[in-house]
């Protein structure tokens, strides 16, 4: 929770933080967000894709 909090106050969408966030043990996380896949390449340790 801290994370998404941390994202959040950088900036990033709140619900967006919060997915990207609980997804951190996946190996990949889907989108259709093109803004989140972007911003997700420099700070997830998971693949972020659209479908």
Do not use: N
């Amino acid at each position: 929770m801290m994370t998404a909090l941390q994202w959040y106050s950088d900036g990033m969408d709140f619900a967006d933080a919060l997915h990207l966030a609980a997804s951190q043990g996946c190996r990949t996380f889907y989108t259709f967000d093109q803004k989140l896949v972007r911003k997700a390449v420099r700070i997830s340790q998971c693949k972020v894709k659209e479908p």
